[in-house]
Nanobody, 125 residues
Framework: QVQLVESGGGLVQAGGSLRLSCAVS????????MGWFRQAPGKEREFVAT????????AYADSVKGRFTISRDNAKNTVDLQMNNLKPEDTAAYYC??????????????????WGQGTQVTVSS
């Protein structure tokens, strides 16, 4: 069974940075496209970023492009999300997810097969 555990969330002032990490166990990490999503209270879960199996391709939501960077380390079975220049509207629970479809860069949460429990990011103004 695949398990995903996020860490690195917290409280930060606007303009600050945080780095989220997701550790994956239970299956061959390099078999999955990985993604980050977020969900604010009262809102639907939304796509943030995704990265291909090799790490050579990435895609971002327009709202985070240029500020967030997704990366993965297949030797350590981790996927990270570096978040810079954070804004209050980035406040949400952040989730990492694994997609068995390795040839696509899905942005829809329903396409992902496994999820972590989430880590809270709060950005104060």
């Amino acid at each position: 069974q695949v398990q995903l555990v996020e860490s690195g969330g917290g409280l930060v002032q606007a303009g600050g940075s945080l780095r989220l990490s997701c550790a994956v166990s239970g299956h061959t990490f390099s078999s999955y496209t990985m993604g980050w999503f977020r969900q604010a209270p009262g809102k639907e879960r939304e796509f943030v970023a995704t990265i291909s199996v090799s790490g050579s391709r990435t895609a971002y939501a327009d709202s985070v492009k240029g500020r967030f960077t997704i990366s993965r380390d297949n030797a350590k079975n981790t996927v990270d999300l570096q978040m810079n220049n954070l804004k209050p509207e980035d406040t949400a629970a952040y989730y990492c997810a694994a997609d068995r479809q390795i040839l696509t860069m899905n942005r829809r949460a329903v396409e992902y097969d496994y999820w972590g429990q989430g880590t809270q990011v709060t950005v104060s103004s």
